[in-house]
């Protein structure tokens, strides 16, 4: 396996460092560029971070793997994901839903006027989507989802219930999963649709989760739409959502985060005392890093053969699978880790006084179980490896 990036590639990544750099100097810069901040806190909103995604899209750096036709660059994925691991680094937004999957997915099957209408709207940063998949009876089987479409003269009339919509209180548009037929096999009765956020009939209530990310519950009650409001054919709908999770790969499964924490773990480690001997001599400290290092290393080859194989064409489920599950447990293995050891400060939050490293590390503890769980639990991706991976039989 070749790791090594290519000239082309390595100039791309420096000009978006570049970038970086320049956008580090705004005076805005710490509302939308902190590299305390974890992956969900960067989905908060706001005019600055706005801003910023429209500075990337004049830079050139939104839909560069669209076609040019409908305004993209038709450049290899491979560069997203290089933007992507230097935005995570900086903890800027990435470039998110609309350039990914809900862009893409409109290229393929949207209408020519759904096209014309989102579109330039997502190349500009103009506009932000929530996603409606999960409910309260349906995540890990998201094919059992139960919100109910019925036609209505030529359009649909929606009820029922979308739970952990993650935007949808400063969203403009909502990517809904919902129920066209209720009579068909569960994963042929499905289509998606796009529904203004602010539609009559929509109520969206927050619910507050561990490390103050806040995701919502979104009620349907006779939501009426018409038909310019169906993305592609009717009851296709489980395609499209399988294929915009084939669409992220290459901008989902960021590794700079981690390895930053590690860093950052080893200089809490390095710079503390415990009963007045350095952590760092420590024998059992020593050891544990020696192991998690191997670790952070083993997750980065994981995550380079998800890349790999994505940039050759293929879909790769299994590899995906393996790494969302080794390095989201061991993003927390790694804060577990320092928490035991830094002692009580270490346990106070972000603005108290005396918290150790700015708080960052009782913030890390209380997000980063949230990356086990959204984009498919961890026993969801066993289950993957497992079946898909080892031909292991069901369970
Ligand atoms: C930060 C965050 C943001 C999110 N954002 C969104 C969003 O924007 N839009 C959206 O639609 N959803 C979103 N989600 C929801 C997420 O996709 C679901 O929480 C996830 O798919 C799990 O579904 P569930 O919560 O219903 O749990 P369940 O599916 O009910 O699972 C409960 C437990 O059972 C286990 N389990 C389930 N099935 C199996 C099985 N077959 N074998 C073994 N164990 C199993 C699970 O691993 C889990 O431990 C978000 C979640 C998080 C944490």
Same mark, same amino acid.
């Given at each position: 396996?070749?790791?090594?990036?290519?000239?082309? %590639?390595?100039?791309?990544?420096?000009?978006?460092?570049?970038?970086?750099?320049?956008?580090?100097?705004?005076?805005?810069?710490?509302?939308?560029?902190?590299?305390?901040?974890?992956?969900?806190?960067?989905?908060?909103?706001? !005019?600055? !971070?706005?801003?910023?995604?429209?500075?990337?899209?004049?830079?050139?750096?939104?839909?560069? #793997?669209?076609?040019?036709?409908?305004?993209?660059?038709?450049?290899?994925?491979? @560069?997203?994901?290089?933007?992507?691991?230097?935005?995570?680094?900086? &903890?800027?937004?990435?470039?998110?839903?609309?350039? &990914?999957?809900?862009?893409?997915?409109?290229?393929?099957?949207?209408?020519? %006027?759904?096209?014309?209408?989102?579109?330039?709207?997502?190349?500009?940063?103009?506009?932000?989507?929530?996603?409606?998949?999960? %409910?309260?009876?349906?995540?890990? $089987?998201?094919?059992?989802?139960?919100?109910?479409?019925?036609?209505?003269?030529?359009?649909?009339?929606?009820?029922?219930?979308?739970?952990?919509?993650?935007?949808?209180? @400063?969203?403009?548009?909502?990517?809904?999963?919902?129920?066209?037929?209720?009579?068909?096999?569960?994963?042929?009765?499905?289509?998606?649709?796009?529904?203004?956020? $602010?539609?009559?009939?929509?109520?969206?209530?927050?619910?507050?989760?561990?490390?103050?990310?806040?995701?919502?519950?979104?009620?349907?009650?006779?939501?009426?739409? &018409?038909?310019?409001?169906?993305?592609?054919?009717?009851?296709?709908?489980?395609?499209?959502?399988?294929?915009?999770?084939?669409?992220?790969?290459?901008?989902?499964?960021?590794?700079?985060?981690?390895?930053?924490? @590690?860093?950052?773990?080893?200089?809490?480690?390095?710079?503390?005392?415990?009963?007045?001997?350095?952590?760092?001599?420590?024998?059992?400290?020593? !050891?544990?890093?020696?192991?998690?290092?191997?670790?952070?290393?083993?997750?980065?080859?994981?995550?380079?053969?998800?890349?790999?194989?994505? #940039?050759?064409?293929?879909?790769?489920?299994?590899?995906?699978?393996?790494?969302?599950?080794?390095?989201?447990?061991? &993003?927390?293995?790694?804060?577990?880790?320092?928490?035991?050891?830094?002692?009580?400060?270490?346990?106070?939050?972000?603005?108290?006084?005396?918290?150790?490293?700015?708080?960052?590390?009782?913030? @890390?503890?209380?997000?980063?179980?949230?990356?086990?769980?959204?984009?498919?639990?961890?026993?969801?991706?066993?289950?993957?490896?497992?079946?898909?991976?080892?031909?292991?039989?069901?369970?």
């Amino acid at each position: 396996m070749d790791f090594k990036l290519s000239p082309e %590639e390595m100039a791309f990544a420096q000009g978006v460092r570049a970038f970086l750099d320049e956008e580090a100097q705004h005076p805005d810069a710490h509302d939308f560029m902190d590299p305390d901040r974890d992956a969900h806190s960067q989905l908060a909103n706001s !005019r600055q !971070r706005r801003d910023f995604c429209k500075r990337m899209g004049a830079k050139g750096y939104l839909g560069m #793997s669209w076609p040019k036709s409908v305004g993209g660059q038709e450049i290899p994925g491979i @560069f997203e994901y290089l933007l992507n691991e230097e935005l995570a680094l900086r &903890g800027a937004p990435l470039i998110g839903k609309g350039v &990914g999957c809900i862009g893409k997915t409109i290229i393929r099957h949207g209408t020519e %006027e759904m096209q014309q209408r989102f579109l330039p709207l997502i190349l500009d940063a103009e506009v932000e989507f929530a996603l409606g998949y999960s %409910e309260p009876g349906s995540g890990s $089987d998201l094919a059992s989802l139960k919100l109910k479409a019925e036609a209505d003269g030529d359009g649909w009339v929606l009820n029922g219930q979308k739970v952990w919509t993650t935007s949808a209180h @400063f969203a403009e548009w909502y990517w809904v999963a919902a129920r066209t037929d209720p009579d068909a096999p569960k994963h042929k009765g499905i289509s998606v649709f796009l529904i203004p956020m $602010d539609h009559p009939g929509l109520t969206v209530r927050p619910i507050e989760t561990m490390g103050h990310h806040r995701t919502n519950e979104v009620f349907f009650d006779n939501v009426r739409i &018409g038909p310019d409001a169906l993305v592609g054919e009717l009851n296709k709908g489980w395609t499209y959502v399988c294929e915009a999770l084939d669409f992220e790969r290459f901008t989902f499964y960021t590794v700079n985060p981690l390895l930053q924490k @590690f860093e950052r773990a080893l200089e809490a480690l390095r710079t503390r005392a415990r009963h007045g001997k350095p952590l760092s001599e420590d024998m059992g400290v020593r !050891r544990a890093v020696g192991r998690l290092g191997a670790e952070v290393e083993t997750a980065k080859m994981l995550q380079r053969r998800v890349v790999d194989a994505a #940039s050759k064409g293929g879909v790769p489920a299994i590899e995906a699978a393996m790494y969302k599950v080794f390095s989201t447990r061991l &993003g927390q293995e790694i804060t577990n880790f320092v928490l035991d050891h830094l002692g009580p400060a270490g346990l106070l939050r972000k603005g108290a006084e005396g918290a150790v490293d700015g708080g960052v590390w009782e913030h @890390f503890y209380q997000t980063t179980p949230l990356d086990t769980i959204g984009g498919g639990t961890s026993e969801v991706q066993k289950n993957i490896i497992a079946r898909r991976g080892l031909g292991l039989p069901l369970g």
